[in-house]
């Protein structure tokens, strides 16, 4: 006798029923080991764990005491023993595989699948390669089934065990592929594709299921894109390949077996070839495919070898299944088709067959495909494989009700459950529930349910409530009515159409009505991609503050791009591309130029990564390497501005998308027009022949400060060395004037003025001086604005020694040993104060101004501005010429009050926001709020306010406080 009391009571009160055999596993288990037994009594089968335990302990020395240790292992071991049986015996022939149930179980990705099954195959004779892909599937399939069966709700998990079980046949697929071709001749010559079907197809696949395939095969091509091999030869090399690829999967050999590779579903079923062309299925479902056929492509997915040549299957027989709806009778074939299956059902599995029975997984896919084929001619977004999806489609097409949908999905998520459950034991394709009360007792343990009782009245209870809806949505007349309708006549009304649109939010009915036909007119490929698209488009542009103009935009851009094959299919393909292009077209008008001048550039939506503002290194390599390209100078220019082009519309996509601050924009922004303005110098010095004169450019204000608007110009200086002959110096100023007209010139880029007017004297000095030039006028004439301007100053572009040179020199101007005096100070502020009363436009409203209005852009820049004159010579973190870096300085000093200092900051990141996104929206500069009340509130919508008078009220809030700071800070106010 143990320490445990093996006593029947004892024992049963456990969960325990083999009462020997209970008795002799336990006889040498220590009085410490009391918390595995009790792990082994709540698994779903406490005998099963407890003799799995038994046996794995002759092969892994020190389990047990490892299962006291360690509580994942504990957890998760005993919950495969105790739900499959045949992992449990594969376990015993591999206990090497105990280690990876002591770590925590996650699903494998697909490649680390792919991955894993191809190495198995890569090397060793076809036999142990074989055998290798056996034992490498396996262990895959113990992840997947240790993570289901330790999940804390199974149901929910389902669809995520189902895909990666999916996942994981792709990958056999492909290994058994990877192997057929080691071992048959000319497989290099032929392309072949694993088209799947049914539930692999659909990513829903079980745990044991037939792994529906079709195959079709192409010669492979050459360099030149010619066939390697003749058509003939390649279907005798495909159906070889095929047919060794199938044995490999489908064979039992000392390993085991995966499952059955079944490509009855080809076409004309097991009596046609194993393997056809594409042009051989295209006549076939072009002229003899049945209407059963096409809805057995529903779910078609190419799965493993050739997937573009799978693809091209797939699209091929893609309208066929979306029109067989149209075929007379197709409902009611359908309808005796599935009375057909439930006929053949024998009597004595009738009522416990989870798959084709009545109330069963066969009766919710039967009811969800029919409402997919039929109203799935015309709403596209109803066309999901895979069940659970599909349904939610209809639900919310409203072709289903709410109730309805949601009881039928968790319907099918219980009972797909209770199929993996049962399969899973002896990883045999089975769909009975069982009748021995053991595995009753099992099945309702590992699903939840506390006896066998229970899961019998859960499985009746739900086949009735699916038997209910079954009947209410397979056999619906109205569903009967809809399908006699041709597709061509479901679509909506002129009158419905319109006044659909003006429900959705657009104010031109009429016109959007146009533009949706130019899109969808005519019968060519991209016109039937249009008509799937629009639906969700127009929801999209609905969702945005213009719909019209996102309409009419997406109309001129497709126009643009019809005729290259990656842009509709990327739209198709990329959902959230399309999405993201549907924002910007009904949002700015200034990005919709950009993209109008550059329709290519819609490429840059298909990856969020393609959005991230590209370095300065990247810009500048790219601008010059487009200057470099032309010989003629404008053209060269022309090049560069092209590339400003797209990168500004990366920028405001990214911007409108809200994936860039308005800091980061500003930083990007700057680093645009600094690349654009060294690659177009270069050009302009080459073509002048001023390479070798030192000359610079020294970039001020809001391109020296690194914080660029939409609109800003560059403002610069420009100085060239000292000791130049004279042919040299005006060599360098034609340049200048050159390289200023050039990027000034208007044409199908935006235009990037550089600006003089900082330069010393301002407008009426010279344009380009040298370097002692500058050196003499500061120490002698310079006044305190100038010293202000230079706050900004820094290296721009071109000679770098150069441009250092002329910045050390300014650094006692801007930097002042000892600060401001009083004169200078007073100064400042007159000039201020003179600034905005003069600058003002006539009939602006300051409150309404971002730039020279109460807490705009001017009063936050010059307080910071002040503030450095005055300290920098004793705050380093003050010289900088970045408005934010160094109002953060001020504050880290104490030169600043930390509420100052915020609502200082909290203004002038608002103000730029509202002046670039009301450059954005409108796609005009302004430094004012847009009187139009459609446009403020576009502006307020892509701010996250609600409403124009929203967005004003909080603008106002904002700076008023920061105003008061200004009062107290830069007029000295108390």
Known sequence: ????????????????????????????????????????????????????????????????????????????????????????????????????????????????????????????????????????????????????????????????????????????????????????????????????????????????????????????????????????????????????????????????????????????????????????????????????????????????????????LVELVAPGVWSVGDTPGFVAD???????????????????????????????????????????????????????????????????????????????????????????????????????????????????????????????????????????LFYSPLLEAVARIPSDRLRLTTAAARDWLRALGFLDPDQALHNIEVLTQGMTRAAGIQRQLLPAMLGWFAEAPNPDHGLLAFNQVSTALGSTSWYLRALRDEGAMAQRLARILATSRYAVDLLRRSPESVQLLAKTEDLVPRTHGQLCEATRASGRRHGDPEKAVAAIRSVRRRELFRVAAADVLGLLDVEQVGQALTDISTATIEAALDVVRRDTGTSDVPLALISMGRWGGQEMSYASDADAMFVVGDDLEEQQRSAASSAITRLRALMARPGPDPALPIDAG??????????????????????????????????????????????????????????????????????????KARMESERLPRGADPARHTKLGPGGLSDIEWTVQLLQLDHAHQVPGLRTTQTLTALRAARAEGLLAEEDAEALEEAWLLASRVRNTVMLVRGKASDSFPTDPVDLAAVAELLGHHGGSHLLEHYGRVTRRARSVVDRVFWGGA
């Open 1 to 312: 006798m143990t320490w445990l009391d093996t006593g029947v009571t004892a024992l049963l009160r456990r969960g325990l029923t083999d009462l020997e055999g209970a008795r002799a596993a336990l006889a040498d288990w220590p009085e410490e080991a009391a918390p595995v037994l009790d792990a082994v009594a709540a698994t779903a089968d406490p005998d099963l764990a407890l003799a799995g335990v038994r046996h794995l302990r002759q092969h892994v020395p020190g389990l047990l005491q490892r299962l006291l240790d360690e509580p994942v292992l504990r957890r998760q071991l005993l919950a495969v023993l105790a739900c499959s049986e045949a992992l449990a015996q594969h376990l015993d022939r591999h206990p090497e595989l105990v280690e990876e149930l002591a770590q925590p179980a996650r699903l494998p990705a697909r490649e680390e699948m792919l991955q894993a099954l191809a190495s198995a195959v890569a090397t060793g004779t076809e036999a142990a390669a074989t055998d290798a892909l056996r034992v490498a599937y396996r262990r895959l399939l113990l992840q997947v089934a240790t993570v289901d069966v330790t999940a804390e709700d199974p149901g929910a998990l389902l669809p995520q065990v189902a895909r990666t079980l999916t996942d994981l046949a792709d990958a056999t697929l492909a290994a058994a592929l990877q192997l057929a071709r080691r071992t048959v001749p000319g497989a290099d010559d032929v392309r072949l594709a694993v088209v799947a079907m049914g539930k692999c197809g659909a990513r829903e696949l079980n745990y044991v299921s037939d792994v529906d395939v079709v195959f079709v095969c192409e010669p492979a091509l050459d360099e030149h894109g010619e066939p390697v091999t003749g058509t003939d030869r390649a279907l005798a090399v495909g159906t070889r390949l095929a047919a060794a690829m199938t044995r490999a999967c489908s064979a039992h050999t000392a390993a085991g077996t995966i499952w059955e590779v079944d490509a009855a579903l080809r076409p004309e079923g097991k009596a046609g070839p194993l393997v056809r062309t594409l042009a051989s299925m295209r006549g076939y479902y072009e002229r003899w495919a049945k209407p059963w056929e096409f809805q057995a492509l529903l779910k078609a997915r190419p799965a493993a070898g050739d997937l573009e040549l799978g693809r091209e």
């Open 758 to 831: 900082l330069r010393p004297e301002g407008k009426d000095g010279p344009m380009v001086r040298s370097l002692a030039s500058y050196r003499t006028y500061y120490q002698r004439w310079s006044s305190t604005w100038e010293a202000q301007a230079l706050v900004r100053a820094t290296v721009g572009a071109g000679d770098v020694a150069l441009a250092r040179a002329l910045l050390d020199t300014v650094e006692p101007l801007r930097w002042p040993e000892g600060g401001l005096s009083e004169q200078q100070r007073r100064e400042i502020r007159r000039l």
């Open 334 to 472: 359908t309808q005796a088709m599935r009375r057909r299956v439930i006929d053949l059902i024998p009597a004595r599995e009738a009522g416990r067959e989870l798959k084709l029975g009545e109330g069963g997984l066969r009766d919710v896919e039967f009811s969800v495909q029919l409402l997919q084929l039929v109203h799935g001619r015309t709403d596209e977004s109803l066309r999901a494989p895979a069940t659970l999806d599909a349904l939610q489609a209809l639900v919310e097409g409203g072709y289903v009700g709410r109730s309805d949908g949601a009881e039928l999905a968790e319907a099918y998520r219980f009972e797909r459950l209770l199929e993996h459950r049962v399969q899973l034991f002896r990883l045999r394709r089975t769909h009975l529930l069982p009748t021995e009360p053991e595995q009753l007792r099992r099945l309702a343990r590992s699903v939840g349910l506390r006896s066998r009782e229970a899961v019998e009245e859960a499985w009746l209870t739900t086949s009735r409530q699916v038997r209910t809806l079954h009947r209410r």
